[in-house]
């Protein structure tokens, strides 16, 4: 596989951005080679500017759940386009989407629109903090909440660590009440609220974590985290970022957290998010309350048109989850049957993760734990087969409605291949 155009490109970008992209996992630092630079993408392909194409696991890390490209979607994105880009005023369109949006998450009794995860979640924490008035917060090692400064730390091992910055630029003051726990581990949820617990105003936790690769909740565990925080008195926020809308996460586990975070899917595509709960909880929020939150940007048009035609098509197709689902799993089968060494499979709803271990994986330490080199080896060698999956054993991968039978059979037949050259 040739890659002398993207390799010029990426040398060109090197000059204008922080190694050569816009969000660092794409630098492709974690595999030793250099990324192909895409021009175009369609159904479940993405083709970069070599004339290289490739079955798409990555699917823009999560959106593209109907995969790129959908006809529906661009037609809608076309007639909107030539309406305006933008108002910064509002449009019928959000309280459309947001109408989609609570028949999916009913918990989400009130909810603003945003732009990005990361705005979801530090608006989320933010409001959970104003209306406990309380300042600390539990967050899971491994479990990633987008780049807000209260988020970014690190926890060394013990029941609790409080935070410590682990990007310059983030204060120890700002860190300070981040208290980072074992993920799956609730017996140190249960000791950290014990010492803590009249002062923390929330828990915010990935249901499914997909920041680690994919690690699902242990049984109990997430119950266990309602009624602690139920206990004291803290809100419960699930990170529905990246599960959202490929999991019925609060429908399986019968939870009804009081704060949800999506986005991702939510915008078909295009940049957009979401956060929203408890209405006396959402209430607080300018200008009903004195909770400030803002963006100019916020209920885009664009986002809003490519958020309905998603949601309306996930909602109208029958079944359209669980068939997904079933389809992930048929794959998963499949890789596992031609795997030469011992791996983990993990799925949760059309998210799946590949872990080089012979151990399940229950936390971060499990995860980082299995083999990285195996992992690169494999990745290269898929790539260079033209299957494109994410360049981090930390990451989760995605199948499509766009997925058909041929790629899910041309991806075994290169996962053999690869496998093979790991003996």
Same mark, same amino acid.
């Given at each position: 596989?040739?890659?002398?155009?993207?390799?010029?490109?990426?040398?060109?970008?090197?000059?204008?951005?922080?190694?050569?992209?816009?969000?660092?996992?794409?630098?492709?630092?974690?595999?030793?080679?250099?990324?192909?630079?895409?021009?175009?993408?369609?159904?479940?392909?993405?083709?970069?500017?070599?004339?290289?194409?490739?079955?798409?696991?990555?699917?823009?890390?999560?959106?593209?759940?109907?995969?790129?490209?959908?006809?529906?979607?661009?037609?809608?994105?076309?007639?909107?386009?030539?309406?305006?880009?933008?108002?910064?005023?509002?449009?019928?369109?959000?309280? =459309?989407?947001?109408?989609? $949006?609570? /028949?999916?998450?009913? !918990?989400?009794?009130?909810?603003?629109? #945003?732009? %990005? @995860?990361?705005?979801?979640?530090?608006?989320?924490?933010?409001?959970?903090?104003?209306?406990?008035?309380?300042?600390?917060?539990?967050?899971?090692?491994?479990?990633?909440?987008?780049?807000?400064?209260?988020?970014?730390?690190?926890?060394?091992?013990?029941?609790?660590?409080?935070?410590?910055?682990?990007?310059?630029?983030?204060?120890?003051?700002?860190?300070?009440?981040?208290?980072?726990?074992?993920?799956?581990?609730?017996?140190?949820?249960?000791?950290?609220?014990?010492?803590?617990?009249?002062?923390?105003?929330?828990?915010?936790?990935?249901?499914?974590?997909?920041?680690?690769?994919?690690?699902?909740?242990?049984?109990?565990?997430? =119950?266990?985290?309602?009624? $602690?925080? /139920?206990?004291?008195? !803290?809100?419960?926020?699930?990170?529905? #970022?990246? %599960? @959202?809308?490929?999991?019925?996460?609060?429908?399986?586990?019968?939870?009804?957290?009081?704060?949800?975070?999506?986005?991702?899917?939510?915008?078909?595509?295009?940049?957009?998010?979401?956060?929203?709960?408890?209405?006396?909880?959402?209430?607080?929020?300018?200008?009903?309350?004195?909770?400030?939150?803002?963006?100019?940007?916020?209920?885009?048009?664009?986002?809003?048109?490519?958020?309905?035609?998603?949601?309306?098509?996930?909602?109208?197709?029958?079944?359209?989850?669980?068939?997904?689902?079933?389809?992930?799993?048929?794959?998963?089968?499949?890789?596992?049957?031609?795997?030469?060494?011992?791996?983990?499979?993990?799925?949760?709803?059309?998210?799946?993760?590949?872990?080089?271990?012979?151990?399940?994986?229950?936390?971060?330490?499990?995860?980082?734990? %299995?083999?990285?080199?195996?992992?690169?080896?494999?990745?290269?060698?898929?790539?260079?087969?033209?299957?494109?999956?994410?360049?981090?054993?930390?990451?989760?991968?995605?199948?499509?409605?766009?997925?058909?039978?041929?790629?899910?059979?041309?991806?075994?037949?290169?996962?053999?291949?690869?496998?093979?050259?790991?003996?």
């Amino acid at each position: 596989m040739k890659l002398e155009k993207s390799a010029a490109a990426f040398a060109l970008a090197k000059k204008f951005m922080p190694g050569g992209v816009n969000s660092p996992v794409r630098s492709y630092s974690n595999v030793d080679c250099n990324p192909p630079f895409i021009s175009c993408a369609k159904g479940s392909y993405i083709f970069d500017i070599d004339g290289n194409n490739y079955i798409d696991y990555v699917g823009s890390w999560g959106p593209m759940i109907l995969g790129h490209a959908h006809e529906k979607i661009v037609a809608a994105l076309k007639k909107a386009v030539e309406r305006g880009t933008s108002y910064g005023a509002p449009t019928e369109l959000e309280t =459309q989407l947001a109408a989609l $949006v609570q /028949k999916f998450y009913p !918990s989400m009794q009130v909810m603003r629109m #945003v732009n %990005s @995860g990361t705005e979801a979640t530090m608006s989320a924490l933010r409001v959970a903090r104003g209306f406990t008035n309380r300042e600390k917060i539990v967050k899971f090692i491994g479990c990633y909440h987008g780049h807000s400064d209260s988020l970014l730390v690190n926890a060394g091992s013990g029941a609790a660590t409080f935070g410590e910055p682990s990007s310059p630029g983030v204060t120890r003051g700002t860190a300070k009440d981040t208290l980072a726990l074992p993920y799956n581990d609730i017996d140190a949820v249960k000791k950290v609220f014990d010492n803590n617990g009249e002062e923390i105003a929330a828990v915010i936790v990935e249901p499914v974590a997909g920041n680690m690769g994919l690690v699902l909740p242990e049984e109990n565990f997430l =119950q266990n985290l309602r009624d $602690v925080t /139920k206990k004291f008195g !803290s809100l419960l926020i699930f990170d529905e #970022v990246m %599960s @959202g809308f490929r999991i019925d996460v609060q429908g399986k586990y019968k939870i009804t957290p009081d704060l949800t975070c999506l986005g991702k899917i939510i915008g078909g595509g295009l940049p957009c998010a979401a956060y929203g709960g408890r209405a006396d909880i959402m209430r607080n929020v300018s200008p009903d309350g004195r909770i400030y939150q803002a963006g100019t940007l916020s209920g885009n048009p664009l986002a809003m048109t490519a958020g309905i035609e998603t949601l309306k098509i996930l909602a109208d197709t029958p079944n359209f989850t669980e068939n997904l689902t079933a389809r992930t799993s048929k794959l998963l089968q499949e890789i596992k049957k031609v795997a030469s060494v011992e791996i983990q499979t993990p799925q949760a709803g059309s998210m799946f993760a590949i872990f080089f271990s012979g151990k399940k994986v229950k936390n971060y330490a499990d995860a980082a734990a %299995s083999n990285q080199a195996q992992f690169k080896k494999f990745f290269i060698s898929m790539l260079e087969q033209g299957i494109y999956l994410a360049p981090s054993q930390f990451e989760t991968l995605f199948v499509s409605a766009a997925h058909s039978d041929a790629d899910f059979e041309k991806t075994v037949a290169a996962a053999k291949i690869a496998f093979g050259e790991l003996i």
